[in-house]
């Protein structure tokens, strides 16, 4: 069946770096855009970025712009996020999404970024 | 930018009665853009409906979409208690490309 599974999430302090991985399985990764999505302790969903099938094209949330970078590699299939220049209110479960377009589905399980000194 | 609003931000019922869920956009938006989501607490969100009325492979009939325009609803016809969770819609628009209401949460009575 279709698995993202998620790792690389911890501890960063603000300033600091970290990278995301997703990892995909049950689907041909290379014909399927993905999503990174977030959501802050309690609260609800944001949109952060999207990377097309082939790596090509790439969005961003404004709030990320310029510090947060979306690639995959369609040979390992696998999905990454560079953070970079991290703040407070970076802190967040990111779940990697399979594209449909207009709608994510399946989410995987997400992983934790805490940015705190 | 479209904004989605959700109401009521709470709902409480009980057991076997019928839940209806709102999500207000501040601009048109056709109705193949509009999903909703179930999250259940520790868990990733999981795709509901798709299309604003299109059930997601699984998910039982109680569970439908309606609305066009503005305005959408998401209708439990007879509430199981596995459905007490916080409920999200989603649009798909031009800047930012998607965006979802503030959530939902449907507590028990």
């Known amino acids: 069946q279709v698995q993202l599974v998620e790792s690389g999430g911890g501890v960063v302090q603000p300033g600091g770096s970290l990278r995301l991985s997703c990892a995909a399985s049950?689907?041909?990764?290379?014909?399927?855009?993905i999503h990174w999505v977030r959501q802050a302790p309690g609260k609800g969903l944001e949109w952060v970025a999207f990377?097309?099938?082939?790596?090509?094209?790439?969005y961003y949330a404004d709030s990320v712009k310029g510090r947060f970078t979306i690639s995959r590699d369609n040979s390992k299939n696998t999905l990454y996020l560079q953070m970079n220049s991290l703040r407070g209110e970076d802190t967040a479960v990111y779940y990697c999404?399979?594209?449909?377009?207009?709608?994510?589905?399946?989410w995987g399980q997400g992983t934790l970024v805490t940015v705190s000194s | 930018e479209i904004v989605l609003t959700q109401s009521p931000g709470t709902l409480s019922l009980s057991p076997g009665e019928r839940a209806t869920l709102s999500c207000r956009a501040s601009?048109?938006?056709?109705?193949?853009?509009l999903a909703w989501y179930q999250q259940k607490p520790g868990q990733a969100p999981r795709l509901l409906i798709y299309?604003?009325?299109s059930r997601a492979t699984g998910i039982p009939d109680r569970f439908s979409g309606s609305g066009s325009g503005t305005d959408f609803t998401l209708t439990i016809s007879r509430l199981e208690p596995e459905d007490f969770a916080v409920y999200y819609c989603?649009?798909?628009?031009?800047?930012?490309?998607?965006?979802f209401g503030q959530g939902t949460k449907l507590e028990i009575k």
């Open positions: 999404a399979k594209d449909w377009i207009w709608w994510f589905d399946p």
């Open positions: 049950g689907f041909n990764f290379s014909s399927y855009g």
């Open positions: 990377i097309r099938y082939d790596g090509i094209n790439k």
């Open positions: 601009q048109i938006i056709s109705s193949s853009y």
């Open positions: 299309g604003a009325s």
């Open positions: 989603q649009q798909y628009g031009s800047s930012p490309p998607y965006s």
